[in-house]
């Protein structure tokens, strides 16, 4: 249980981190704020946008 809730504490931040950015972060999708750090298929898992690394 506490583990869970540890694990979705830090999700939360990590997507909060994302989302209160005013630009776009390179580590992170601009469309749906997954975290691609790491990433190097080019494109997010999770919505499939296209990552602009430059
Ligand atoms: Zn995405």
Do not use: D, F, H, Q
Not at 8 to 23: E, F, H, M, N, Q
Not at 37 to 45: D, F, H, I, L, Q
């Amino acid at each position: 249980m506490y583990i869970a809730a540890a694990g979705g504490i830090v999700s939360a931040i990590v997507v909060y981190r994302c989302l209160k950015r005013p630009s776009p972060s390179p580590g992170c999708c601009r469309e749906c704020g997954y975290n691609l750090t790491g990433n190097v298929s080019g494109v997010c898992p999770e919505c499939g946008t296209p990552i602009k690394t430059k």
